[in-house]
């Protein structure tokens, strides 16, 4: 025999509604520490490429692309905020860098900021 339910058609359990919400509330704020990960991950693989090419191209053109890759990013990273140093034994180039990056959260009119230092950078033989 087949239980009927007791609820009427149309009526919502105040218990799915309340996990239903969490889950956006949690999507909503994933979506904005999602965002300045990203950010971070693709400048540290710009970096990583970058001292790939460090056998051919001079230091200044590769300071050059970065703070104009970090720029299209996003990122406040000017010239004089990139160590680029080459030497050592056996000879290899160190390419460095830091920031500070915001994850904003809002959420049901509450707005907090959280600080996030960044430190993009690599080791490459050359």
């Given at each position: 025999?087949?239980?009927?339910?007791?609820?009427?058609?149309?009526?919502?359990?105040?218990?799915?509604?309340?996990?239903?919400?969490?889950?956006?509330?949690?999507?909503?704020?994933?979506?904005?520490?999602?965002?300045?990960?990203?950010?971070?991950?693709?400048?540290?693989?710009?970096?990583?490429?970058?001292?790939?090419?460090?056998?051919?191209?001079e230091d200044q053109v590769i300071?050059?692309?970065?703070?104009?890759?970090?720029?299209?990013?996003?990122?406040?990273?000017?010239?004089?905020?990139?160590?680029?140093?080459?030497?050592?034994?056996?000879?290899?180039?160190?390419?460095?860098?830091?920031?500070?990056?915001?994850?904003?959260?809002?959420?049901?009119?509450?707005?907090?900021?959280?600080?996030?230092?960044?430190?993009?950078?690599?080791r490459a033989g050359l």
């Open positions: 025999m087949v239980a009927r339910m007791r609820n009427r058609p149309g009526k919502a359990h105040l218990g799915c509604l309340f996990s239903l919400f969490i889950v956006v509330a949690g999507v909503w704020v994933g979506i904005n520490v999602v965002e300045v990960y990203w950010r971070y991950y693709r400048l540290q693989s710009y970096v990583k490429e970058q001292a790939g090419f460090a056998p051919v191209v300071r050059r692309r970065l703070v104009a890759f970090s720029d299209t990013l996003g990122v406040p990273l000017g010239s004089r905020d990139w160590q680029i140093r080459r030497g050592g034994n056996p000879p290899q180039i160190v390419i460095s860098a830091q920031y500070q990056d915001t994850v904003v959260i809002e959420l049901l009119g509450v707005r907090k900021v959280f600080p996030v230092a960044f430190r993009p950078g690599t």
